[in-house]
């Protein structure tokens, strides 16, 4: 992914909602599995990670972007972004690269 498509989702996620709350759990297979299918339904996803969750917050987007083979855009504050390109509802229109 190029810095000129990692600008353009950011500025998309910008007026996004989290989605999802990461708690004191941490990564549950549930938590996992949502994630994953709204990537595939959205492409784009914003995720709260909670102050009571005692993991790093930059393993977690890592974690999770290995487990739902995505992307991840930005990890600011305690907030993720994530990107995975959908193979049935492509709806995010990339920057050329």
């Known amino acids: 992914m ?3 498509q ?4 950011i500025s998309l996620a910008m007026k996004m909602d ?10 549950t297979p549930e938590i996992t599995e949502g994630v994953a299918e709204a990537l595939e339904a ?3 996803v914003k995720i709260n990670v909670l102050k009571n969750c005692l993991e790093d917050i930059n393993s977690i987007a890592r974690i999770l972007s290995e487990r739902t083979k995505s992307e991840v855009v930005q990890v600011i504050g305690r907030k993720i972004v994530l990107y995975k390109e959908s193979r049935k ?3 995010i229109i990339l920057p050329e690269k």
């Open 42 to 44: 959205r492409e784009l």
């Open 89 to 91: 509802k492509k709806k």
């Open 2 to 4: 190029t810095a000129k």
């Open 18 to 27: 989290p989605i999802y709350q990461i708690g004191k759990s941490a990564l």
């Open 6 to 9: 990692r600008a353009y989702l």
